[in-house]
């Protein structure tokens, strides 16, 4: 995929999956959307891929759904307004939190609506200093989508997830990095190498163990404590007949550093 509304690109095992649209923001119509979901479910099965950046083209990263398809579709009264979120919001929330190996954000500017929470569903949030972030939802009178209520509450608190919810605004990087909602801020000059270098570490890294713990952080988050020890200790059982585990057990007995293979 090298054209069209969204980008598939690859370096080794590193793929970055751009939104491309960016005269309209990166905003979602239903091509993007199916694009972006047909991208994501291509990384998440190719197991040559170890690690997923999703990032925007241009000014933005996403400012959510495209409203002027969205003008178009309540006039005509179609069904598609209202079946897009479960055909394709859900998917790509879903995928992007649960696929077996790491998935980082590149927030290269505003993330506003559902751009926001696939932000939110990703483990590393890297924003550039022009980024911000925007839960735009009440601004046209709808409710919250894309998992902004599970991730949000988590990253900020629930007294503050509601704030911005019910008061809608623009929180730039600087904040959004004091709140949790970043994770780190890059000056615009250096954050293409900086996502690259964090990118490029994760894929190198222990991919099957990088899965796991995305899968017991999210379990444990919903479970009692005693449940989630028995899924951590599952989760320890499988990544502990991994060859990564092996290698590095290995690696550090004849004192040397470990190089996976995602195995």
Not at 10 to 18: C, E, K, N
Not at 39 to 55: G, H, K, P
Not at 232 to 258: C, I, Q, W, Y
Request: charged share 20%.
């Amino acid at each position: 995929m090298t054209d069209g509304p969204v980008v598939l690109e690859r370096d080794g095992a590193l793929a970055t999956v751009r939104l491309n649209r960016p005269e309209a923001m990166n905003s979602l119509d239903v091509a993007t959307k199916e694009a972006l979901l047909a991208a994501i479910d291509e990384v998440t099965d190719d197991d040559q891929v170890r690690c997923v950046v999703l990032t925007g083209t241009g000014r933005a990263f996403c400012v959510g759904q495209d409203l002027k398809e969205h003008v178009d579709l309540l006039a005509q009264g179609a069904d598609a307004l209202f079946t897009t979120v479960p055909e394709h919001y859900n998917p790509i929330v879903t995928a992007l939190s649960t696929m077996n190996k790491p998935v980082v954000a590149a927030v290269n500017g505003v993330a506003a609506g559902a751009g926001a929470a696939f932000a939110f569903a990703c483990d590393l949030r890297i924003c550039s200093e022009d980024a911000g972030f925007n839960l735009a939802f009440a601004g046209i009178a709808l409710s919250c989508d894309s998992g902004s209520s599970f991730w949000l509450p988590r990253l900020v608190g629930m007294a503050k997830a509601k704030e911005l919810l019910l008061m809608p605004r623009t929180v730039r990087a600087p904040e959004a990095l004091t709140l949790g909602l970043a994770t780190e801020v890059v000056a615009a000059d250096d954050f293409a190498a900086r996502v690259h270098e964090v990118g490029t570490r994760l894929a190198d890294g222990p991919t099957l163990s990088y899965g796991a713990m995305r899968r017991a952080v999210e379990f444990s988050a919903t479970h009692t404590l005693a449940e989630s020890l028995a899924h951590e200790a599952e989760l320890m059982t499988a990544t502990g007949s991994t060859d990564d585990h092996h290698a590095a057990v290995d690696a550090f007995l004849n004192k040397r550093a470990p190089e996976f293979t995602g195995h």
